[in-house]
């Protein structure tokens, strides 16, 4: 049972701490001390954690659609015909969606089931995943949150027993020939009934054999031929939100303990797709557009990596240590860049400003203490902070003992800008902190490279031992500059020319005031030269 606990401790400490649920399964519950002062422990809740307070085992939910609310609160293995489905996992949480710049809060609760059966000689596996939004108003209609999660996705209008449903798919997108061996497939099923939303995820696949793949990389690589001829847009038809046996039965079940409100009317998306350019760039990125030509919705553009389908310089990783296949972009010949080698560790320093009041401190489960008297001296007790108290006025600069802390932090300092106490409500009084901290952090190695001839990148050419580098091209230089066969360096030149200039400066001063130093110098000087 959710409670709060009332301490009677004298000011600073007196407070109020209400039970909550730190995440799906963690409850943190307020006890407390003998002195009258509040903690704070943690409970992993068996059943899960909602609203302040563990789950029973017994869940009972008497609202709308209450019997499939309960099927998904309460999960357990069951089946269908002469398929077995087996309870992955299940959680519920609760949390709120912004609507118009209105907070509506909601419990969601979500169970997974795995399946694997056979249909005639084939092998299948699948996936069945259930969820309801439950929110808190129960003359809410949860038709408005069920158009923002399907009017920027690919859906489709689907009717069960004329109970009219989304189906939705994330990736309808036509990426050429990719197939391999197993034939995998996923779509969500949404729809809502009053104040909750129900949203299914069915995942079904099925083990290909090497002649049903052979035929299928046949079709499917002279589609792709022949899209090449004329890349034109692609209608995205049913076969991108179709739903096999036997998770049709799952919907029909579900539908007839929860109805959709969706009207029979609904507008249906007609979505035609396109992926430009048709075969990948250089820069290994496609960008596909869709278009619904029926309920005009907000055309959908988004980029995907691809590996370039023709390269006339160097393959590089788009990122470093990118490893996987695919993840390359062509840099053309002669092309000079900045390349990264590896990683480094280095000093680097970073800062942040934080308020801190005397509720928020002492209401913490972090075990932070702080206090701030009448004359404005504050006492700051941190635990993890070497078990110090650090006592300071506004504008004092604070050095924070951070012995014992990750080998990479170096320092921690704070100084306190603002040191506020406040008479009338002391939980108010507040300290502002502008910490300044240095610790060893990662940083890149990189070096400057050039894409040669070969194909291979290479480092940009530098003196070897005081001698300059041979070369044939600017771009195997550093200095960019390749003349004569040797990579000139630009600064020998621009010193070797100050040489010069200076003793050609000299001489003509000395010449021109044999008989006078002051008049030598200054002419050194008016000349740019230093006396030094």
Known sequence: MKGTTISNAPAPYEQNVTDYCANPILLQEAICYSDGIIGVTGYTCPNGCLDGACVTSNFSYTGTCSELVNQIANPSDFKDGDLNYSLQWKYNYTGNWWKDEEKINFTEYDASWGLNYNEGDDYRYGYLGKSVMIFDNESFDASTILEDMTKHNFCQIHSYNDEVVY?????????????????????????????????????????????????????????FINSLKDNQGKYVGWENFDIDWPFGNQ?????????????????????????????????????????????????????????????????????????????????????????????????????????LTIKEANGTEDEINLSISSDGLATLEVEGWGNKTYT?????????????????????????????????????????????????????DTINAYCDIDGYVKPQKTQEGGEWAKC????????????????????????????????VITFFCRITHLLSSDNYDQCLLDNGVDLK
């Open 472 to 503: 044939q091209n600017n771009y195997e230089c550093d200095s960019n500059l390749c003349s004569s066969g040797e990579c000139i360096e630009l600064k020998d030149i621009a010193g070797e020319a100050s040489a010069f200039k200076t003793i």
């Open 251 to 355: 919907m029909f079940d579900s539908l007839e303990m929860c109805p959709s409100d969706v009207p029979q009317d609904a507008c249906n998306p007609f979505w035609t797709c396109i992926t430009e350019p048709a075969i990948c760039p250089e820069h290994g990125f496609q960008t596909q557009t869709c278009k619904d030509y029926s309920c005009d919705n907000e055309d959908i553009v988004s980029q995907m990596s691809c590996n370039p389908g023709i390269c006339s310089g160097c393959l590089v990783p788009k990122w470093f240590e990118s490893g996987d296949l695919g993840n390359n972009k062509c840099i053309p010949y002669g092309f000079r860049f900045e390349n990264q080698i590896g990683w480094n560790t280095k000093e680097q320093t970073g800062g942040d400003i934080e308020t």
């Open 392 to 444: 300071f006025k506004q504008g004092d600069k604070i050095d924070v003992d951070v012995t014992g802390w990750d080998k990479n932090f170096i320092s921690l300092s704070f100084v306190a800008t603002e040191v506020v106490y406040d008479d009338k409500n002391y939980e108010d009084s507040y300290v502002t902190f502008e910490f300044t901290y240095v610790y060893l952090g990662q940083t890149e």
């Open 167 to 223: 189906v939705c798919n994330w990736n309808v997108y036509d990426r050429g020939v990719d197939i391999d061996q197993n034939s995998w497939k996923y779509r969500e099923i949404l729809w809502n009934h009053k104040n909750v939303l129900a949203r299914f995820s069915v995942g079904f696949g099925e083990y290909l054999s090497d002649e049903e793949i052979s035929k299928l990389v046949e079709k499917e690589t002279i589609k």
